[in-house]
């Protein structure tokens, strides 16, 4: 996959997984489940993580918008994967290598000098709630429904080190009931809980969008960076204890078959 670089034309695909359009410094990444199933696999993931790689030599692109071509915004990690890796690998180092991965990509999302915008549509499941949260910025169709299910699947909530980032945009209370209960919520609690900054119908949800990208293009880029280094840092201050680093391991050690036994979850 090449990084990301001055398209001759105004879209360009990256290999299967995204769909990339770049606007002048606006840079639009779609998922691309491509009739396959809106899950983060694996290649989804090498995908983003090359991307954001290649935003270091991308000065001039300011604003990232990353949605969605399938029916949901994302359905969560791709757990076929999960069972495939044990599978070759029963000691659980190929399922953590997959895990670092989400860490790795949430890491880069944050700390892109690029504002990052969500889009969401539909369903907006696991790690693609994760995902959506590592954004700046969230704008959902006022038709989303969202859900931490992990709990009810035998998992801990660990894709991606998404936890200690919930509790700081969200709160501990709500966010702790959710995903020891699993319950589904809508738009409207997901922007009650700040999870959401806008919602909007469907239809008017790209004009949501361009509401918030169109003065971000005008601000000072060095403003727009320094601010945004200025509130992860402050916002990274509440998750001084944050132990994201080990979530790949947690969920390997849950994932991983013992001797003998039947396979967990």
């Not at 949260?133 to 998404?162: H, I, K, N, Q, T």
């Not at 997901?190 to 806008?198: I, N, Y």
């Not at 280094?229 to 201050?237: D, E, K, Q, S, T």
Request: negative net charge.
């Amino acid at each position: 996959m090449n990084h990301i670089s001055a398209p001759a034309a105004d879209s360009t695909v990256l290999p299967e997984a995204l769909r990339v359009e770049l606007d002048g410094p606006l840079l639009h990444v779609r998922l691309n489940p491509g009739g396959r199933s809106d899950t983060l696999s694996a290649a989804v993931l090498d995908a983003l993580l090359a991307l954001l790689d290649g935003l270091h030599d991308r000065p001039d692109i300011r604003v990232l918008v990353l949605s969605s071509l399938g029916d949901d915004f994302c359905l969560g990690a791709d757990r076929t994967e999960y069972e495939s890796a044990l599978g070759a690998d029963p000691t659980g180092a190929a399922l953590r290598r997959i895990a670092d991965k989400a860490h790795r990509l949430c890491q880069a999302l944050e700390n892109t000098h690029a504002v990052t915008i969500a889009r969401l549509h539909g369903k907006v499941i696991g790690a693609g709630l994760a995902l959506a949260a590592y954004c700046d910025l969230r704008a959902g169709a006022d038709s989303c429904r969202f859900r931490m299910p992990e709990v009810g699947l035998g998992l801990p909530p660990a894709w991606g080190g998404a936890m200690g980032r919930l509790i700081s945009e969200a709160g501990a209370a709500r966010v702790r009931e959710l995903m020891l209960t699993c319950d589904q919520f809508d738009a409207t609690t997901a922007h009650q809980l700040g999870l959401l900054h806008r919602t909007a119908p469907l239809e008017l949800l790209d004009q949501a969008v361009a509401a918030w990208t169109r003065p971000l293009l005008r601000r000072s880029p060095e403003a727009l960076v320094l601010t945004k280094r200025m509130l992860a840092g402050y916002a990274r201050a509440d998750r001084t204890a944050d132990a994201a680093l080990l979530d790949s391991h947690l969920l390997a050690s849950q994932l991983v078959r013992p001797a003998g036994g039947p396979a967990a979850g």
